[in-house]
């Protein structure tokens, strides 16, 4: 009767929730959802990817629904500048990377490594899923900063082009000299405890800092992101700074760039020379640096908003301890190239780690994933056809180290993210 109640409730919140998107702005207009005189907005969403990918006969499916609740404190008339939030989130499906694709980059950013240890049975399988706190956080504003405390996903602030958000490959929304090398960070779907600072210059700069746990914990030890105290002891702390210069006209941003730098005192790895010797581990101080650079490149008369944007993402990490010794990613947005589908989105790019010196000459090779997609926009649905070719991957030559992955992503989202 139990497992029966689960897979109902796991059913229902497939069906009626909805994803987000970084660069979504703040609705005015509370939603009063639990009593007279509280305010509360709400958001929900769900995201699903199918993907067949070239040498797998089985299609791979993965998802993720989520429900967020955002109370600000002048609005419920408490004191100013205040705003507490929850983000849930409920991930399932395959976890097509780790299983049986192997591609380091992850071809899809929503592969979550659901708990096998919850799952829907069915007649030729079972779909796992794992239900957990996502966010968890307060945040005041003062005249040009804001500070937030709480469980946090850090690559909402940081280490992020805007542009590359309309993409689906995981490394053009957090390179892997970062995501792979460290990967503690907190972030989709590992979030930690974290503390972040921003400061916003009136010339258009904006600063922020963050420092957090360096390890969170993972779908086995902390599946619901709930044992905070537990995993505090353990994995060091995780500290990045950013600087970013941004221009904005009729509502659009227009140009926008990033430098950035990172450091993680837990890391524990193993040197990578010319002969790799997986026995001798140690500890020490891992870091790396980045710059991402955002630009409008052309518009379309009479729409300030139609036309091409364009991205560079460049990442580096020393060479002695970091599987990705270098990252090399870029392509281009074309918002409303038909003229009437204005909101549509066609994007190509390509996301390219370089393997360290030293693994290259065990005969490791330099994974590459272009992909090209097109999302069709409406107002609470979209839908993003989407093709990947991966080469080299996981580092092989093989003949079939080369795969296509053909994939279609269905968004469904109601409400506005914070």
């Not at 769900?46 to 993720?64: E, L, Q, R, S, Y």
């Not at 979030?191 to 010339?203: H, I, K, M, Q, S």
């Not at 360096?214 to 700074?241: R, S």
Request: glycine share 8%; aromatic share 16%; charged share 15%.
């Amino acid at each position: 009767m139990i497992q029966k109640l689960k897979k109902i409730v796991f059913l229902c919140v497939v069906i009626s929730t909805t994803f987000f998107s970084k660069a979504q702005e703040a609705d005015t207009t509370a939603h009063d959802l639990f009593s007279e005189g509280f305010k509360a907005h709400s958001f929900v969403m769900n995201m699903t990817d199918v993907a067949k990918v070239t040498g797998f006969n089985k299609p791979f499916i993965m998802g993720v629904n989520g429900a967020q609740v955002t109370v600000f404190t002048k609005e419920n008339k408490w004191w100013n500048g205040g705003m507490f939030s929850m983000y849930a989130l409920n991930t399932f499906g395959d976890n097509a990377t780790s299983d049986y694709v192997g591609d380091r980059q992850m071809f899809s950013n929503i592969e979550s490594f659901p708990d096998t240890n919850n799952y829907i049975k069915f007649k030729n399988g079972q779909l796992n899923y794992r239900t957990f706190i996502y966010n968890l956080y307060y945040q005041h504003f003062f005249k040009k900063s804001r500070l937030l405390v709480g469980l946090y996903d850090l690559n909402m602030d940081f280490a992020f082009s805007n542009v590359a958000l309309n993409f689906i490959n995981s490394s053009f929304g957090l390179q892997p000299t970062i995501a792979y090398n460290v990967p503690v960070f907190a972030t989709f779907p590992f979030t930690n405890l974290v503390a972040r600072y921003e400061y916003n210059f009136d010339n258009n700069i904006n600063f922020r800092a963050a420092v957090s746990q360096g390890y969170g914990g993972d779908q086995l030890n902390n599946p619901h992101g709930t044992k905070f105290a537990t995993t505090l002891k353990d994995g060091g702390a995780f500290m990045i700074a950013e600087v970013n210069k941004f221009k904005e006209g009729d509502g659009i941003l227009l140009s926008d760039y990033k430098l950035g730098v990172w450091a993680h005192t837990g890391s524990k790895s193993w040197k990578f020379n010319n002969q790799v010797d997986l026995t001798d581990t140690k500890d020490y101080v891992n870091y790396g640096a980045y710059f991402i650079a955002d630009k409008f490149l052309f518009h379309e008369k009479g729409d300030s908003a139609q036309g091409l944007y364009g991205f560079v993402d460049l990442g580096w990490s020393p060479n002695d301890y970091n599987f990705f010794n270098y990252y090399t990613g870029g392509g281009v947005s074309y918002v409303g190239i038909f003229p009437k589908r204005s909101n549509d989105i066609l994007s190509l790019g390509i996301a390219s780690p370089f393997v360290n010196k030293g693994l290259i000459d065990t005969g490791l090779y330099n994974e590459r994933a272009i992909e090209l997609n097109y999302n069709f926009v409406t107002e609470n649905v979209n839908i993003q056809p989407c093709l990947q070719y991966m080469t080299n991957i996981a580092g092989s030559n093989a003949s079939n180290a080369n795969q296509l992955a053909i994939m279609i992503r269905v968004t469904t989202h109601r409400g506005v993210f914070y």
